[in-house]
């Protein structure tokens, strides 16, 4: 965690430098061949009052092993207990009660956590939570110190000149969403560093990757078996695990050899219901809920003539050649999606526009302009009126002698703050000369910015877009999906306890407390013991003991709370010291004959969500060489049925079934075809071919130079 580079590019870690057994002040770094020579002592050694070691020996760390040598041998000692471990590592609560193999997964699996609609901070935390959302770009941060003068959900502004914008339904990487919501208010002091907008996953600027949960630990009807979880329906109601994800669709126009493709909202055979939500240049109009199906982007493509059938050709011949030539090309929003259109953006090389683009272009480039000089020509006119108040009346240009600032039009004020100079004025006292120049210091660098951001959009709407080699034009869709929690998707706690959610009860059917708060999740006591990741007990405890109180628990790791200060807190809250309640069925009103360990667990919802994995396929496309299904939902493929599935079916003897996988549900193509027919005409009869994957198998063979043939004879 405390690591740094040194000049020669090694890592370095620090280390507290001992002398004569007693603890310095003095800080040295090391690189790993360096430590490896020296007796390091742990960061938790025992001291006592004038911080010299306790004991006249102590386990140290040497050339990558443990040894126990005398107090007088240490040289140095380790800055924190948490030095050895990384960010993921540090950020679970109880690390040291977790073994290894739980450890790793908890650190793989918080990477992995979805950014959720409302975010919450763990109750257990470890204290590196700040720091980690502080230093993960998601943040937004103050870059001087000042008060803050405006804000709203698109920006804050610190000093009435310091602009930050806020990122507003971004997509990340995997399809997850970032939206910065401000969290400081109008006329609040900040530091350079502070945070000034939370991000995706962070709460108050501090790490919050899930939701703290009430949560029993106990079996019910079977249905946490084998780490499945029970949710109750109040985490959906309340919308306490919902996401939203953004997925984005881009559509490319082309020059081919016959013709060029076009957007368009003039679709052939398309009704204008279809069409009703595009708008003149064939795009989905922002705001839109679009469905499976639906057309996100119009576009034709010319159809060569072999294409044409007999009926269109006759058509042709009778009314003419009247837009016969083009076909269907649309981006459709795919099967699984749907959701609000939140943005659309339009690329194109300048060289491909058609007469009626190029004017709407030069239009846009000449509102970009306006526009632009009349923010510059405000901020102008606001320094000269400071100037006339610091000044004591009018400034004036000592050229033409006509007053600074009084133009009507902008671009006459811009050409005007392009000849401005300090030095030009006539000013005298000593006291002006001051005022004046904190005036002028003050606005020309916001002056020089928004001239630099006009010549950058000129530029860019000049030159055009940069689109790969072919591609004439391109249209990006944004679509934001609110993703509720469901039965399929998987969970997981910071400890490795992993489940997939089996079933989602009616909040009156959840177990309840002896108060009558039901609680909110149920997870398999069974998943403890064997996975030895007894910090989730611990963490459950503590949760309990600090919701009750109302205090965030701070557990560093290898530095956390003992079992007595949990105990302590649980007693301190009027729980039980032993963390265990009575528990009563929700649908029965009956206590359940043991007590049940109740607690609140941070828990997280991660990115193996079953919207995204769920498929199913009837007829789809096949290989080519096997003529055998596809696999994989992203090629609408098949389930694969294995050599272990194949061994279950022989160990049954269901000859039959096994003769159907291999054939006519699998490659045998005229089978395929025929039994199709005999279930239209309802006869259930199978006439089972010879599968093509054995013809390749055939042709392989010839082609290694050994003629094998099939002789067919009846037995």
């Not at 919501?181 to 996953?201: H, T």
């Not at 919308?239 to 052939?268: A, C, M, N, Q, W």
């Not at 090629?635 to 003897?653: K, S």
């Amino acid at each position: 965690i405390y690591g740094g580079v040194d000049e020669y590019g090694f890592l370095i870690t620090p280390y507290r430098k001992i002398k004569q057994g007693k603890k310095s002040e003095e800080v040295v770094w090391m690189r790993a061949d360096e430590e490896s020579e020296a007796y390091l002592a742990p960061a938790d050694a025992a001291l006592d009052e004038q911080g010299k070691l306790r004991g006249p020996s102590l386990t140290a760390r040497y050339q990558t092993d443990f040894v126990t040598v005398a107090v007088d041998q240490i040289e140095y000692m380790d800055i924190s207990p948490k030095q050895m471990v990384g960010v993921s590592a540090g950020l679970i609560p109880f690390l040291e009660h977790d073994d290894a193999n739980r450890a790793l997964m908890g650190s793989n699996m918080q990477r992995q956590a979805v950014p959720l609609l409302v975010a919450e901070p763990p109750i257990v935390a470890t204290g590196l939570e700040p720091s980690v959302a502080g230093n993960s770009g998601m943040v937004v941060k103050a870059l001087q110190d000042g008060t803050v003068t405006y804000v709203d959900s698109t920006r804050v502004i610190i000093d009435h000149n310091h602009i930050y914008k806020l990122r507003k339904y971004v997509g990340l990487n995997e399809r997850t969403c970032l939206n910065q919501k401000p969290i400081v208010q109008v006329n609040q002091k900040v530091k350079q560093g502070d945070i000034l907008a939370d991000g995706a996953s962070t709460y108050q600027g501090e790490l919050a990757l899930g939701r703290n949960v009430l949560v029993a630990f106990m079996a019910w009807d079977g249905y946490n078996f084998e780490d499945a979880i029970i949710i109750s329906e109040r985490l959906v109601r309340d919308d306490v695990y919902t996401s939203i994800h953004i997925e984005e669709f881009e559509i490319e126009i082309r020059e081919t050899k016959l013709g060029r493709e076009e957007f368009t909202r003039d679709i052939p055979n398309v009704s204008e219901k279809a069409l009703r939500n595009l708008d003149d240049n064939g795009v989905v109009r922002i705001g839109t809920y679009v469905k499976p199906g639906d057309i996100l982007v119009g576009k034709v493509a010319p159809k060569s003539k072999s294409e044409l059938t007999p009926e269109e050709k006759l058509l042709h011949a009778i009314f003419g050649r009247a837009g016969e030539d083009v076909k269907n090309d649309s981006l459709e929003v795919p099967s699984g999606v749907e959701g609000i259109v939140i943005n659309t953006q339009r690329f194109s090389r300048r060289m491909s526009l058609s007469e009626e683009e190029r004017k709407a272009f030069e239009k846009e480039l000449k509102d970009t302009e306006s526009g632009e000089n009349a923010r510059i020509a405000d901020e102008y006119k606001q320094m000269i009126k400071a100037l006339e108040e610091a000044v004591g009346g009018p400034v004036t240009d000592p050229t033409t002698g006509k007053p600074l600032g009084r133009a009507k039009d902008a671009k006459d004020l811009v050409e005007e703050s392009e000849r401005f100079k300090l030095e030009s004025l006539d000013l005298r006292s000593p006291e002006v000369i001051t005022k004046v120049k904190n005036v002028v210091r003050q606005y020309t660098p916001r002056i020089e910015a928004l001239k630099d951001e006009k010549e950058r959009r000129l530029n860019s709407l000049k030159r055009g877009d940069e689109l790969p080699s072919g591609v004439l034009q391109m249209v990006k869709i944004y679509i934001a999906t609110k993703r509720v929690i469901s039965v399929g998707d998987k969970m997981a706690g910071r400890h490795g306890n992993k489940g997939v959610i089996a079933k989602i009860l009616p909040e009156e059917d959840m177990p309840f407390l002896e108060d009558g708060n039901g609680v909110e999740i149920l997870l398999n006591p069974l998943g403890v013991p064997s996975r030895m990741n007894v910090g989730q007990i611990l963490e459950t405890h503590l949760g309990w003991a600090a919701a009750k109180l109302g205090f965030q628990a701070v557990c560093p790791v290898f530095d956390g709370a003992s079992e007595d200060t949990i105990r302590q807190c649980l007693k301190d809250a009027g729980l039980p010291e032993n963390g265990k309640a009575v528990l009563y069925d929700g649908r029965t009103g009956q206590k359940f004959d043991q007590r049940v360990t109740v607690g609140y667990i941070y828990m997280l919802k991660l990115h193996h969500l079953v919207d995204d994995k769920i498929h199913a396929r009837a007829t789809g496309p096949y290989s080519l060489i096997t003529q055998q299904p596809l696999g994989g939902k992203a090629r609408f493929g098949g389930q694969r049925f294995g050599e272990m599935e194949v061994w279950a079916l022989e160990a049954y003897g269901a000859a039959y079934i096994l003769q159907e996988l291999l054939t006519v549900k699998s490659d045998d193509v005229e089978g395929r075809t025929k039994i199709y027919e005999s279930m239209v005409k309802g006869e259930n009869t199978l006439e089972a071919g010879t599968p093509a994957s054995f013809d390749v198998l055939t042709n392989e063979i010839r082609g290694l130079g050994l003629n094998m043939q099939l002789e067919k004879k009846r037995v």
